[in-house]
DNA sequence: ACCCTTGCCGAAACCGGTTTCGGAAATCAG
DNA sequence: CTGATTTCCGAAACCGGTTTCGGCAAGGGT
């Protein structure tokens, strides 16, 4: 084999890819210095890894990845572990979530492995299983816990893992997660100048530690309103549009009800609009909504919904992002994001046109006829 | 190395996962003789093969599949490449679908992996690197059209693959699909034995081969019942709320409007409703309305859709049973499942209560306060 | 008793990479 | 000019499996 030789003519019918050792001899040299070279050890030549370059990019050559893992233990793929377990309404943001992900793994010569488990037990096992059979390298954690059982698990078996959301003990973990909290903040300012007074807020999950944020926003937007907390406008754990209209119902029953709500979850806010409904009023005109998420739906409901909207898809793409960092070697204190969330202003909230008393009156005189 | 060796303690801190090397010289084997017998060679005893088996079990050894794919050339991995371009409804399914992908996969030991592209070009060429990467060993295809240009390519570099939804040439095709046609014609005669004599369909994206077979239904349905196919009843491709309510319009503005509607989409069917009710109407009383899907958001609309709905989950169940058997030699021919739309009877339909004639002379009225 | 199958398994090559090890050539110190 | 380092690369081992090949022993036919 001298080194002289052309590379492989371009692939006809039946090719075989061309391997390491394909181009090793057409090279006039020995396989492991191909790899070493491709692999940026010091030991080799700047000369020689630039020839060993050049070659392997003019004979296409790409390693392949289950090859490398044999010996190397890592499959350059990402682990999703979805849990399915009820309708839960976040589904809808699932397909630009994994476009993300997919499309930033794609570019990266990477690959996204998915499971499903129905109950978190379930997931453990599965996240056990995927790095013990060695198919994923690390995982992205989505919708995490306060205290998330996923998290001990990975730290225990020193799995690299990049949560979509915090979670309460910070230790070894990257993150990406968006401000939910201030734009809670945001939306209570925002009401206030609108002329509201009372403002409900309608939280989220409580086992989630988005939920924690968004009510601590919540409240910070109070504050620096002057303006007191009170249990009575505050609702936990509302998630569908039933849990959201059920919610609501309970708030607009109140001898002094709120004219704005803001909801955690856009979901529970279309959910808000059926109670509105029922009293024959319309989002937006007596009673104001804000919602967040951003889902699809809000845009198509009448009135379309006011909310925070988050970019799903980036979402995605900057953990896949951030995992594959962290896979590289990066320490996980560099590998912590956090986005805001975008206004989208509609139709779902405005200037009080009523005061809470007025309010009252007006749901006392509807509720008679409905319900 | 002896026979009788004990099998390998309960695995301490740092252990090292059981080997095929592990295996063999527990049963002072070569390690050939263990691959063979575990892989059913038949010059391999059946007492052997038992030995082998247990000792495999006992110490709980799982062959890793990039070790094999290294020889074999097979991951055992599923592909599954996205196609997300703009928002047409048919994404809250996705979770299901993926979950019961993933269910049988993870079942049986495999694997699913998955990409995203935006355009048919991006799809086309990520099945091709994921195939040449060697990351999948066969596809699933969803929402295929009538002429799919990933069928032809993947026939072309002949890579297995299994549709959800048939295609037009079926040659080296396996599916799992859904009787949408018959439930489109379940439909015509539900609605005919309502009482409805004139039926509108709005039918679904006409580049899916879905929507030739559903209007081939509608009308087996009319030919049953003895009633003339009108293009004034028919409208195509709508797939979302907006595009729904557009030809829910455009029927009703007629004047012979159809008295019940038969949607090809559930998500269109969702925006007739927001069509009748610019008229003042609600689906089930004037006008009937059903839908095609199953989506979660039927349910919850008001009134609540009634509706031919289909397991997603199951569909992506048994296409992952369906390419797993191909992939392990079964013949194409036998690998072809289809199954039938559950209905769903909920309160957008019913006895027709006004007739064409009179429909029309309500809408007119009704027209000229709203829109 | 002998040859020929057949059944069954060990040994070794192989897959496509990575990593270790050792030595030749080049560079440096004195 | 010599000896000691460095620099750089070839050779070979290795990763965890699969598959080929050849041979020993038992069984069958005559």
Excluded at 123 to 131: D, F, P, V
Excluded at 223 to 245: F, H, I, K, N, P
Aim: neutral net charge.
């Amino acid at each position: 084999m001298t080194a002289g030789m052309k590379p492989k003519p371009v692939s006809s019918a039946g090719a075989r890819r061309t391997t390491i050792s394909d181009v090793a001899n057409a090279l006039g040299m020995a396989k492991g210095t191909v790899s070493r070279a491709l692999n940026g050890y010091s030991d080799i030549s700047e000369g020689t890894r630039l020839r060993v370059q050049n070659m392997a990019r003019q004979m296409d050559y790409r390693p392949l990845s289950h090859a490398q893992a044999i010996r190397t233990g890592r499959v350059r793929s990402l682990g999703l572990v979805l849990q399915t377990g009820e309708y839960d309404g976040h589904s809808p943001m699932l397909a630009d979530f994994l476009a993300g992900i997919a499309h930033e793994v794609g570019t990266q010569g990477w690959t996204l492995t998915v499971g499903a488990a129905t109950t978190m037990q379930d997931t453990l096992a599965t996240l056990k299983s995927l790095s013990e059979e060695r198919k994923a390298d690390g995982f992205i954690i989505p919708r995490t816990y306060t205290n998330d059982p996923r998290v001990d698990l990975l730290r225990r078996l020193e799995i690299p893992f990049v949560l979509y959301g915090r979670t309460q003990d910070p230790q070894d973990c990257a993150w990406y997660d968006i401000h939910g909290g201030e734009a809670m903040s945001d939306a209570v300012a925002r009401l206030v100048s609108f002329g509201h007074r009372r403002i409900a807020f309608i939280n989220g999950g409580v086992e989630y530690y988005y939920s924690r944020l968004r009510l601590a926003g919540y409240y910070a937007g109070l504050d620096q309103e002057g303006m007191t907390r009170e249990s009575a406008l505050l609702r936990q754990g509302a998630v569908t549009e039933e849990q959201g209209e059920a919610a609501a119902l309970e708030l607009l029953h109140q001898d002094s009800p709120p004219t704005a709500i803001i909801c955690a979850v856009d979901r529970a806010a279309l959910g808000v609009f059926r109670a509105l409904r029922r009293f024959g009023l319309t989002a937006g005109q007596e009673v104001s909504v804000i919602g967040y998420d951003g889902i699809a739906e809000g845009a198509f409901a009448r009135p379309q919904l006011t909310t925070f909207a988050v970019d799903t898809y980036k979402a995605g793409n900057r953990l896949a992002h951030l995992l594959i960092a962290r896979l590289l070697g990066s320490p996980v204190e560099g590998l912590r994001e956090t986005d805001v969330a975008a206004l989208v202003a509609r139709d779902s909230d405005g200037p009080a046109k009523v005061t809470s008393e007025e309010l009252a009156v007006i749901l006392r005189q509807n509720s008679t006829q409905n319900t």
